[in-house]
């Protein structure tokens, strides 16, 4: 059974692997009209985060063209979910960080990506109060790395051409083996 198939049978949404052109356009705001629809995809999302692993999704990695964010960092049973819904980025920190990231569309990619240290983020929760979150460390990247994802940024794209395109046709090609050994 493909991956695709095994996922859609247990209510995970399959995650798109990147250069999957949803994946570089800008996500649409959540409305009003769209709240049954984004409780439901959020608890989808969240299950399909914790099964990947990952630390955190966007709605446009499971094909969603919306503003929606999951995030927990803490490992099972301790779980701390955060959802951001309409996230926007308010306040930097002028201090920056440098940590190594990776991705669940680019999966098995890592690179060292330098972001504010801090930054203060309004957005709704999954009630629809409004919200603000001040975040550093690992929560600080990982907000960032999750709102570049609604405005159609990878990670790499962070980096360096050269560094970037090497990334990417590594990534092809093991994706292209794995294709080779299901059929297998």
Known sequence: MSQTAQSARDGL??????????????????????????????????????????????????????R????????DPKRTPHTLINPEIVAVSEEIATREEGCLSLPGQYADITRPARVKVRYLDETGARRELDAD?????????EIDHLNGILFVDHL????????????AKEQRQKAEDRKR
């Open 13 to 66: 949404l399959p995650i798109l692997i990147a250069p999957h052109p949803t994946l570089k356009a800008k996500a649409r705001p959540v409305g009003a009209a769209d709240d049954d629809a984004v409780r439901d995809l959020v608890a989808r999302m969240f299950a399909s985060m914790y099964a990947a692993p990952g630390i955190g999704l966007a709605a446009p990695q499971v094909g969603q063209s919306l």
């Open 68 to 75: 929606v964010i999951v995030i927990d960092l803490t490992p």
């Open 137 to 145: 460390g690992l929560l600080s990247a990982c907000v960032q790395h």
């Open 160 to 171: 360096s051409a050269l560094r970037r395109n090497m990334i990417m046709r590594r990534l």
